[in-house]
């Protein structure tokens, strides 16, 4: 694969994509039909499925595992030891292959450490998953979340700061300064200076 880099410990299955610019870091396994975008970076001990897809510029963390069923647009951040389930109700004893249930993360995204995303449910983008949440349902683009289960507690900038907004219902990021409005209930961007 051109333009990768995969550590030596690592295992890539025949069959699995890896884009240009990424890297596969110690003691990882790709599975076959696993498709990684360009400049991807995949910390120690993760495992990615069949089937996963991984945009561009995805960061995922040290003992991450991504099962059938993840779709990951790009410049997610998976945070260290966070968790996806892909089956509503597993039982050791009941196949359940071929009923996984997808999760959609969208664009920018973060999910923090040892967070747990139920499946069936979608990450809006630039939305951030707070350390140690457990979503059991859909978060909206550009929302805080914290806790178990996983409940909003404010907004987030597509840089990562939360976001204030006045009676008017407006805010502006302290970093980019990039402008944003609340409207029923919904976030949206209204300039960019940085991500988009």
Known sequence: ???????PTAVVDEGCEIGPGSKVWHFCHL????????????????????GVILGKGVKVQNNVSIYEGVICADEVFLGPSMVFTN????RSGVNRRGSYVETRVEKGATIG???????????????FIGAG????????????VVGNPARQTGWMSAFGHR???DYTGQASCPESGEKYILENNRV??????GPT
Not at 87 to 90: A, D, L, T
């Open 163 to 165: 976001l204030e907004f």
């Open 1 to 7: 694969m051109k333009d990768v880099f995969i550590h």
């Open 113 to 127: 450490a040892n967070a747990t995303i139920v499946c069936g449910n979608s990450i809006g983008q630039y939305a």
């Open 87 to 90: 089956v509503i109700n597993p």
């Open 133 to 144: 949440s457990v979503v059991t349902k859909d978060v909206p683009a550009f929302a805080l």
């Open 188 to 193: 949206k961007r209204l300039s960019a200076n």
């Open 31 to 50: 599975m076959p039909g696993a498709k990684i975008g360009p400049t991807c970076n995949l910390g120690q001990n993760v495992f990615v499925a069949s």
